[in-house]
């Protein structure tokens, strides 16, 4: 079982940044993909960002890009997505998982809340 850890969260002005940490029990240099997902209420969590972590290609969602920048450091076993130029429509609940062969793990989450 691989646990993940996000920190980072918090309350932010519109046009703020933050910066989100997943930490992983096990080395994330083998695995399949590591992402960040969000969710509001009433919702279906969606995919923001992801990357490979053998290649590192990355791929984001279109209303992140230009603004969101995921990257991984194997040696840290962290996935660390910074966001940039933050909206209110940024407000969820943000969760990272871990893709590795047939098995998905989830962390708990970790709130962001743009303000107006």
């Given at each position: 079982q691989v646990q993940l850890v996000e920190s980072g969260g918090g309350l932010v002005e519109t046009g703020g940044s933050l910066s989100l940490s997943c930490v992983a029990s096990a080395s994330i240099a083998s695995i399949s993909s590591m992402?960040?997902?969000?969710?509001?209420?009433?919702?279906?969590?969606?995919?923001?960002?992801?990357?490979?972590?053998?290649?590192?290609?990355?791929?984001?969602?279109?209303f992140v890009k230009g603004r969101f920048a995921i990257s991984g450091d194997d040696a840290k076993n962290t996935v660390t997505l910074q966001m940039n130029?933050?909206?209110?429509?940024?407000?969820?609940?943000?969760?990272?998982?871990?893709?590795?062969g047939q098995s998905t793990y989830w962390g708990q989450g970790t709130q962001v809340t743009v303000s107006s």
């Open positions: 992402g960040w997902y969000r969710q509001v209420p009433g919702k279906q969590r969606e995919l923001v960002a992801r990357i490979t972590t053998g290649s590192k290609i990355k791929w984001y969602a279109n130029s933050l909206k209110v429509e940024d407000t969820g609940v943000y969760y990272c998982q871990m893709m590795r």
